[in-house]
């Protein structure tokens, strides 16, 4: 079952059940992956969904600390809920140890010293956790392991 189908089946199982939240969630990762389907004329693979989940739970994120500093434990909560269902789709995420294999594995192959590789380092890493890592995860690791 493809990423698409297993989202209507989500959403209106959502529905039958009443689950308010699951169902407005997956409804605005819906809305999202049609809105690009329709702008770009493209109907997405995969990977393209992926991309717009992993973008959608990276909103969410982001928006999170600007809840804490306004003292809003109710919208923390939701995203935090949110946050939850969207992941359910996703690929595994990797542990820092595996992105930390990946970074040193991927230093070792080009040769990088020192942190003006950063850049270029970064630039290799990125495509082999791409949608399987955050990138801030990723750039911490980086920044750690020159």
């Given at each position: 079952?493809?990423?698409?189908?297993?989202?209507?089946?989500?959403?209106?199982?959502?529905?039958?059940?009443?689950?308010?939240?699951?169902?407005?969630?997956?409804?605005?990762?819906?809305?999202?992956?049609k809105q690009?389907?329709?702008?770009?004329?493209?109907?997405?693979?995969?990977?393209?969904?992926?991309?717009?989940?992993?973008?959608?739970?990276?909103?969410?994120?982001?928006?999170?600390?600007?809840?804490?500093?306004?003292?809003?434990?109710?919208?923390?909560?939701?995203?935090?809920?949110?946050?939850?269902?969207?992941?359910?789709?996703?690929p595994a995420?990797?542990?820092?140890?595996?992105?930390?294999?990946?970074?040193?594995?991927?230093?070792?192959?080009?040769?990088?010293?020192?942190?003006?590789?950063?850049?270029?380092?970064?630039?290799?890493?990125?495509?082999?956790?791409?949608?399987?890592?955050?990138?801030?995860?990723?750039?911490?690791?980086?920044?750690?392991?020159?």
């Amino acid at each position: 079952m493809s990423l698409k189908d297993r989202l209507t089946n989500d959403f209106k199982e959502a529905m039958k059940a009443h689950d308010e939240i699951r169902k407005n969630t997956i409804n605005l990762a819906r809305a999202a992956i049609k809105q690009i389907e329709v702008d770009t004329r493209v109907e997405l693979d995969e990977q393209g969904i992926i991309d717009i989940l992993t973008k959608q739970v990276k909103l969410r994120k982001d928006a999170l600390s600007d809840f804490e500093k306004a003292g809003r434990t109710d919208l923390i909560e939701a995203y935090n809920k949110e946050i939850e269902i969207l992941e359910q789709y996703l690929p595994a995420q990797l542990t820092e140890d595996e992105i930390r294999e990946i970074v040193l594995q991927t230093k070792e192959e080009l040769g990088v010293e020192d942190k003006s590789g950063m850049g270029k380092l970064m630039g290799a890493v990125m495509p082999k956790v791409k949608g399987r890592a955050d990138g801030n995860a990723v750039r911490n690791i980086v920044q750690s392991v020159l």
